[in-house]
């Protein structure tokens, strides 16, 4: 199936109040042109690097994330464009990024990291470090960034019903510092959660964006 073909697939199937990211890791230029000329026009990248020397190849329009862990060194070279930072997962990193973003002149909308899977290796708060981040003193100071929900990527699993339990875990963690921490504030809203392996689960739990690179754009190859 083509690029264009998955596109119009999974926009049928998503409910419209869900924001689809098309992870365009390892993609090459052309893949991604053949995307947004099917009319997606949100992309996201894993690493800080890629996403540097692909952005001036591409059109100005196309509102890019960032879905990788991210290291404090890279910030400043996706900061004067990039639209949205899924991936802060210390106090360390957001500084930089109100850092980075004062000198760009921006604000830059950011969602919390929260490790949910049972694997080891995935990065990401848990809600006690979440709460330390939130209480920060120089968290409530930073004028150059908003932040605007949760992120969470589940195991890598085909069982359903663990990946379920993750994301209901996910939701019940977003709803708790709503309550906490955000209430009345609309602009935190919301809740990445849901990749091509589990996006249908991941949005009856509640996703408000899904993060798909496999059914849009084929397997990845990694040289
Ligand atoms: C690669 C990646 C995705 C997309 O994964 P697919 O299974 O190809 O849809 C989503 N989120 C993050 C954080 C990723 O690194």
Do not use: N
């Given at each position: 199936m083509s690029i264009q073909e998955n596109i119009l697939i999974l926009r049928k199937e998503i409910p419209p109040h869900v924001k689809v990211v098309a992870i365009s890791k390892t993609k090459s230029v052309l893949e991604i042109m053949e995307a947004y000329e099917a009319g997606q026009k949100v992309f996201g990248e894993n690493k800080a690097q890629e996403l540097h020397s692909k952005y001036p190849l591409l059109p100005p329009d196309i509102q890019w994330h960032f879905v990788g862990h991210l290291q404090t060194n890279k910030v400043r070279f996706i900061a004067p464009y990039v639209a949205l930072i899924h991936s802060i997962d210390s106090l360390k990193l957001l500084q930089e990024v109100d850092k980075e973003a004062q000198k760009n002149n921006r604000v830059i909308d950011c969602l919390l990291q929260f490790h949910i899977a049972s694997e080891e290796s995935k990065f990401g708060l848990d809600l006690e470090e979440a709460k330390l981040l939130l209480n920060a003193g120089s968290c409530q100071k930073m004028n150059h960034i908003r932040i605007i929900g949760i992120m969470g990527i589940a195991t890598f699993s085909c069982n359903p019903d663990l990946i379920r339990n993750e994301f209901r875990t996910l939701k019940g963690s977003f709803d708790l510092l709503k309550n906490?921490?955000?209430?009345?504030?609309?602009?935190?809203?919301?809740?990445?959660?849901?990749?091509?392996?589990?996006?249908?689960?991941?949005?009856?739990?509640?996703?408000?964006?899904?993060?798909?690179?496999t059914a849009i754009f084929g397997e990845r190859t990694y040289l």
């Open positions: 906490d921490y955000f209430r009345g504030k609309d602009e935190f809203c919301e809740l990445s959660m849901g990749m091509s392996g589990d996006y249908q689960i991941a949005i009856e739990e509640g996703s408000t964006i899904v993060r798909i690179g």
